[in-house]
């Protein structure tokens, strides 16, 4: 009897262990799910910002092109980084669980995707024209509410000129041909000038970027911490005309007083592309170069020591051969002797930062 005895209590005894080991891998990898899904700036800082990625690739993969959705963390409100993908990039970052902290407005004549892009995204940043990056808001405009578009005032004319001029597409602005449907309105920033973006808590500061199509880098302000946002760029020593320093000396001088909790900046080729054919973009090798002129401006290199660089319109290709994203990763990482914190943008990706 008293063996059965001990042979049940043994019994009981593994059977806890057991239930005790299987909770335990539940837990870890349900943080592993979490983990996959959300980035969070590490140290000791509460984030600040929120970034969705709604696409996160240049060139030719349509229903994944560039475009961000960036939020006060604090807030309900989005404001979109370029908008190559709008609805299909909705869709994709709720099967991530992507806006799991957002209160979604429940509008029952629309779907949850229609109530992000009508409710939750107050406004567009528009880098540059290529069609790459304004594809999704030209597509989804028929079912999108009104909202101001923030650019450059030659960006501001491309989009009048090329797309809302009814031949490519009806005019949904308050610009150019009429009749004007009077759905987004046109706000022209004036370079290195701060600019409230309306129904939000954040300002913004445009800086001219180096591409075939004059392009923009945004910085975008709640308070003491920035975020920064480049479209398409070419590195300094090709296009020779010193614009990315310029944004480096500014961002050197703000980071006296404020911290940069991210910054989003497109890796398009391999260091294999010759510099005669980058037309206006980076590779590794000129990131890597630049970033580096970056740190060498900072006073106090531990403002930066947990920044992310994340990197975006890697180049899509249906070419046979090695692929390009796990390419450009090793050539950051065998470049990365600053330390650098990069991360690749994955759509359907949420940061927090």
Known sequence: MLNILQKNNL??????????????LVIFFSGQLQADNVISKTGTKKPAFELVVLGDTGGIQDGNLSAFLLRDINEQHYISLDAGTLVNGINIAQQHNA?????????????????????????????????????????????DS???????????????DTYFNWKAWANFTNKGLPPRLNQYQLVDLVPKQSQTITDTSLKVTAFSLSHPLESTAFVIEKDQDLFVYLGDTGPDQVEKQGKLKAL????AQQLQHKHLRGLVIEVSFTNQRPDNLLFGHLTPKWLIQELTQFHTLIDDKSKIKDLQVIISHIKYTMKNGPDPREQIKQQLNQGNLLGFKFVLATQGQRLHL
């Open 99 to 143: 806006f799991a902290d957002l209160t979604v407005i429940q509008d029952p004549q629309w779907s949850t995707t229609g109530n992000i892009l009508r409710q939750h995204i107050k406004g567009y940043l528009i880098s540059h024209g290529h069609l790459d990056h304004v594809a999704g808001l030209l597509i989804s405009s028929p079912e």
């Open 11 to 24: 019994t009981r005894r593994i059977s806890a262990i057991q239930l005790l080991c299987l909770s335990w």
């Open 146 to 160: 009104a909202k101001p578009i923030y650019a450059l005032p030659s960006v501001n004319q491309t989009l009048i």
């Open 248 to 251: 480096w000396q500014y961002l």
